[in-house]
């Protein structure tokens, strides 16, 4: 099942329970990290090393 909205421009398996993903949001073209380990889970923005938001145009 896919998404209108979101994209899967990055997926790595770190380890058996730890995956990383990078999510594009289409509409805002703004990058976010996803980070999973075993049931638990955190998203955030990626930053540049300015501290501005990575976005894909």
Known sequence: MGSDRFDI???EMVSI?????????KETG???LYVGRGYGGG???????DGNLVVTR
Request: glycine share 0%.
């Open 9 to 11: 421009k990055e997926k």
């Open 43 to 49: 998203l955030t923005p990626l930053l540049d090393a």
């Open 30 to 32: 703004v990058n976010y």
């Open 17 to 25: 329970m730890t995956e990383t993903i990078v999510i594009v949001d």
